[in-house]
């Protein structure tokens, strides 16, 4: 059962520093989706692509967010100049019809 | 704008008594909703999804949710708890029919279950 992975599952990081996330969907999974997760709240909505188009961004996702998935395969989200405020689980999903499937998520501690 | 308020944050119930797990939405359409399980250090499971198809909605080890319209209410149920369902249980609003766009979650209901 090839599921959705996300590496690194967890990532210490200091103040300022750049930091880059992975997520591999289901084959053929032609939707995918991040949210972030904070202690003690349900995940909020990030961004979506709809293979390699990006779709739908949300106002959580400052300039410092990028995110990208090259050839509709695999994504990246990479948080620069990370601020203590970015500790949280980040969790990718992805879809091909209504049901979203997650991966474990990266928990990132900012320090 | 669609929404979802769960209406306990946390749940306890002994083992093999009934679990009610409470969600009131609101949507501007006919909404999909879902109910995810998040158990400690693993991802979000699907435990079930409506659709607007039938009402009464069966998932997952045993749980199932009605979708009452008048009531603007999904709420998650089992007949029996075991030890196994403690997690986090989430409500989900699709914000576009269908499920295709994003989730809207709620804070999130924590399940303990006593021996």
């Known amino acids: 059962d090839t599921g959705v992975s996300q590496d690194p599952r967890h990532k210490i990081t200091k103040r300022g520093q750049n930091v880059t996330f992975r997520c591999d969907p289901i084959s053929e999974h032609n939707r995918l989706y991040w949210y972030r997760q904070t202690l003690g709240q349900g995940p909020e909505f990030l961004t979506y692509?709809?293979?390699?188009?990006?779709?739908?961004k949300s106002r959580l996702l400052s300039d410092r967010f990028s995110a990208e998935r090259p050839k509709g395969s695999f994504s990246t989200l990479e948080i620069q100049r990370t601020e203590q405020g970015d500790s949280a689980m980040y969790l990718c999903?992805?879809?091909?019809?209504?049901?979203?499937?997650f991966g474990p998520g990266t928990r990132l501690l900012v320090l | 704008a669609q929404s979802v308020t769960q209406l306990d944050s946390h749940v306890s119930v002994s083992e093999g008594t009934p679990v009610l797990l409470r969600c009131n939405y609101s949507?501007?359409?006919?909404?999909?909703l879902f109910w995810y399980v998040q158990h400690p250090n693993k991802g979000l499971q699907l435990l079930l999804k409506y659709t607007s198809a039938a009402t009464l909605v069966k998932g997952i080890n045993g749980f199932e949710a009605e979708f009452k319209k008048s009531e603007t209410s999904f709420h998650l149920t089992k007949p029996s708890a075991h030890m196994s369902d403690a997690a986090e249980y989430f409500c989900?609003?699709?914000?576009?029919?269908?499920?295709?766009?994003?989730?809207?979650f709620g804070a999130g209901t924590r399940l303990a279950v006593h021996p």
């Open positions: 949507s501007s359409y006919s909404p999909s």
């Open positions: 692509f709809q293979n390699e188009a990006q779709l739908e």
């Open positions: 999903a992805s879809s091909s019809k209504e049901t979203q499937y």
């Open positions: 989900v609003v699709s914000d576009l029919p269908g499920g295709y766009n994003k989730l809207i």
